[in-house]
Structure formats: structure tokens, C-alpha cells
């Protein structure tokens, strides 16, 4: 990151600072220290670098689509298909160029047409869970991006590490996915207000979800017991962080955006 140009490094670490993105910002630390309980060594200076720019890109584009401006995802796969990143005034403007182009800088070459490949999967992936009719078709695409998203995290720390576990990959996948859906219980409620559900969750809705959360993450905390205490914090966090933002606004703001027509890449 010190090869950025200084007001490039400046804007991205105001950007890394934004409360909502709070959540994103300390994943990095959680899979760190998975890695030392999996017993992989690895420069973790390099991957910590590597997944703070994946996750907090996570969050800025998360937060622009489901702001309403869905085709803003074609946009940014469509700016990351060319890797080598541009700091121009674009970037300096706008938080989805500027992290777009820090995290072509943090993609190793070898990895680069796998990633691009896995993005556009999960993008897609994102837009057709708006379609799903029914908690169980939400589960399962919610369950498939969490668990998409995390692989995608391995593959570019993958340079990192001494060992390419696959015990490690489908860990971090199967975390993601849990993750995933508890973002969605936190997060069900005002989606379906803001239009972004193809069905109205109703307490049964909510049942299965907690119950399927519950489930899967008994599962994964049973056979890594070491790394319980870990997982329940995160969940505390992610709440706390979620129940923090000011729900009120942020709304108003999305339904603003959805109803303008002329609104692009932020």
C-alpha cells in the first residue's frame, strides 16, 4: 500500500474508517488468527493488507447495490476486468472506484483470471437471490454467496500462506456462509421495506433462518471448539455494528437513490 500515491492512501484510509464499515474492516484480524489455529504459516502482514482491501470493497459494494443501483455491478466488474489499476480523479471521487482499483493492487497475477471469474459468479449470484420467492430459496442463495465470498478471500491470500490447505478454504467457506446468513436475520426486516425481498417474511420466515443458522454453526463451532469463543464474537459485533448505524437514515437515502434515475456509481 505504500506505493500509493499519498492522497490515494489518505482517501482509502478515511474509507477504512467510515462507521458502517466497521464490520468489514475487522474480518481480516478473524481469519489471521484461523490461520494460526490451523497451524499454516503465513505473512500476515501481507494477507491482513490483502483482505482489509477484499472486504472493505465487500462492504462499499454491498452498500451500492442494495442501494438500488443493481447495474452498478456490471460497472465494477467491468472496471476490475482491466488489471492495472488507475488512480485517476475517478478514483479520487468516488469510494467504488477508489477501493476498486486498491484492490486490483492487492490480486496476484496468477490468481487474477480465477477471481474475475468467481466475482462475476457472485454477482450474479447477488442479483438472482432478489428473486427468490420462498426463506428457503433465500437460504440457500445467501448460504452459496457467503460461502463464494470467502473462497474468494482464500484465493487471494492463497500467496500468503505456506500450506494451501483445503481444510483451511472449506473452513473459511463454510464460515462465510454462516456469516452470511446471520447478516441476513439482521438485515431482513428493512430489506423487505426497501423492496430488495421477492417475498414477505413473515415469524415462521424468521424461525428457519435462526434455526438453520443455529444449526450450521453448531456444527462448525463442535468440530473447532478452539475457535467458538472467536465466531460468537464476531456474531456480538456484527450486531452491535449493524444496530449502531442509523437505520433511519440510511434508509431514506437508499429509497432517495432508488427513486432518481440519475444515479450512478457513487
Known sequence: MESLPKDVRRAYQNLAEVPKYQHFVRIPDRIIQCIDYFGIACDQASARTRLRAYYLFIGVVDDTIDSGRIDAGRLILDNLSTPAPVFGEAARSSSVRLI???????????????????????????????????????????????????????????????????????????????????????????????????????PRDYTKLIARILRDGLRVSHKHLG???????????????????????????????RKDPSAGVA
Open 100 to 202: 476498486t482499483e486498491v484492490l486490483k493492487c492487492n490480486i496476484s497475477e496468477d490468481a487474477y483470471s480465477m477471481m474475475m471469474t468467481k466475482l462475476r459468479t457472485l454477482y450474479r449470484e447477488a442479483v438472482s437471490e432478489r428473486g427468490a420467492t420462498s426463506i428457503d430459496s433465500y437460504i440457500e442463495h445467501r448460504t452459496f454467496v457467503g460461502s463464494l465470498t470467502a473462497e474468494l478471500s482464500y484465493l487471494l491470500i492463497r500467496p500468503c500462506l505456506s500450506d494451501n490447505s483445503e481444510k483451511l478454504c472449506e473452513f473459511m467457506k463454510q464460515v462465510g456462509a454462516i456469516g452470511c446468513l446471520v447478516d441476513s436475520l439482521i438485515d431482513l426486516g428493512a430489506d423487505r421495506r426497501l423492496g430488495l425481498l421477492g417475498f414477505k417474511p413473515g
Open 227 to 257: 475457535l467458538s469463543g472467536l465466531f460468537l464474537l464476531a456474531i456480538i459485533d456484527n450486531v452491535r455494528d449493524r444496530f449502531r448505524a442509523d437505520h433511519n437514515v440510511r434508509q431514506h437515502s437508499f429509497v432517495s437513490e
